[in-house]
């Protein structure tokens, strides 16, 4: 079955760029979707349509897609923005839905 | 405000089945399609089955091979997943979700507050 490639885990300073890459052959044709959650919580959807930004999500938030591949960057990270990061998408025909394995990020 | 209230879950056998149900409110539930989402304790989240507005389409993941079927009752505004043939693997949080900012099953914007189950003997 289709998966969706994320590194466990990405560290990154205050005030640095996080960037959490999520990779799948299928990203070239269906949307990326990303969330943030944090412990004990319900995710929060940050990024829709590969790129665009929710109301209420700050701008620091931005997402690319290149590809087989699909970026999330968080600019002037703050110690608020540590959580886990999960991409989701869709196989090749839109017949399902997937997550990837989450990111955790850390700030220093 | 939207909500999504869960219930259902519990403490269920291997090899037997149970019915979640999510309660909406606070929006145009038929307008809407719906998912289910899963998450063992301490592990990641696991799309489970979407549902169009109308209930005409309804989409599942391959991983489950048929074992759960989603449905939901736009009268009731209530959304369902039946699930069958229960092994120790599907113990988990399973979440009802609103889909606001995709199609299908993608871009969740509302996630209820989650309902355990858990497959033991």
């Known amino acids: 079955s289709y998966e969706l490639t994320q590194p466990p885990s990405v560290s990154v300073s205050p005030g640095q760029t996080a960037r959490i890459t999520c990779s799948g052959d299928?990203?070239?044709?269906?949307?990326a979707y990303w969330y943030q959650q944090k412990p004990g919580q319900a995710p929060v959807l940050v990024i829709y349509?590969?790129?665009e930004r929710p109301s209420g999500i700050p701008e620091r938030f931005s997402g690319s897609n290149s590809g087989t591949t699909v970026t999330l960057t968080i600019s002037g990270v703050q110690a608020e923005d540590e959580a886990d990061y999960y991409c989701?998408?869709?196989?090749?025909?839109?017949?399902?839905?997937?997550f990837g394995g989450g990111t955790e990020l850390i700030v220093l | 405000e939207v909500q999504l209230l869960e219930s259902g879950g519990g403490l269920v056998q291997p090899g037997g089945s149970l019915r979640l149900s999510c309660a909406a409110s606070?929006?145009?539930?038929?307008?809407?399609?719906m998912s289910w989402v899963r998450q063992a304790s301490g592990k990641g989240l696991q799309w489970v089955s979407g549902?169009?507005?109308?209930?005409?389409?309804?989409y599942n993941s391959d991983s489950l091979k048929g074992r759960f079927t989603i449905s939901r009752d736009n009268s009731k505004n209530t959304l369902y997943l039946q699930m069958n043939s229960l092994r120790a693997d599907d113990t988990a949080v399973y979440y009802c979700?609103?889909?606001?900012?995709?199609?299908?099953?993608?871009?969740?914007?509302?996630w209820g507050q989650g309902t355990l189950v858990t497959v033991s003997s």
């Open positions: 979700a609103k889909v606001g900012y995709g199609s299908a099953f993608l871009g969740i914007d509302y």
């Open positions: 606070g929006f145009s539930f038929s307008n809407y399609a």
């Open positions: 549902i169009s507005g109308s209930g005409d389409t309804t």
């Open positions: 299928a990203l070239s044709k269906q949307y």
């Open positions: 349509k590969d790129s």
């Open positions: 989701q998408s869709a196989d090749s025909s839109g017949g399902y839905g997937v």
